[in-house]
Nanobody
Framework: QVQLVESGGGLVQPGGSMRLTCTAS????????MAWYRQDPGKLRDVVAT???????WYTDSVQGRFTIATENAKMTWYLQMDNLLPEDSALYYC??????????WGQGTQVTVSS
């Protein structure tokens, strides 16, 4: 069993930066993909960035060049560095761990609000 705990959300001004952290407890065996999602009220949860167990990142177009996904401590901590934040980046952000072939874990979510 794996638990994901997120931290780092809050209020930031447009153009500012914020880093989200997702820390996993438990054992992660095999191939996996770690991802950050975000969700606006009344909308579906959308994937923002992913990072494979081999270190390959992917970003949705709207955050390309502004967000960076990274990992530390081999497998247990992931980050989403968000720079040049825009008001439309405001959302509830979730970290997600998908362990092949079919196991998924979610964090509890952390609110990011970009506003002046």
């Amino acid at each position: 069993q794996v638990q994901l705990v997120e931290s780092g959300g809050g209020l930031v001004q447009p153009g500012g930066s914020m880093r989200l952290t997702c820390t996993a407890s438990g054992t992660i065996d095999g191939k996996y993909v770690m991802a950050w999602y975000r969700q606006d009220p009344g909308k579906l949860r959308d994937v923002v960035a992913t990072l494979t167990h081999t270190g390959t990142p992917w970003y949705t177009d709207s955050v390309q060049g502004r967000f960076t996904i990274a990992t530390e401590n081999a497998k247990m901590t992931w980050y989403l560095q968000m720079d040049n934040l825009l008001p439309e980046d405001s959302a509830l952000y979730y970290c997600n761990l998908y362990i092949f072939p079919y196991t998924t874990y979610w964090g509890q979510g952390t609110q990011v609000t970009v506003s002046s």
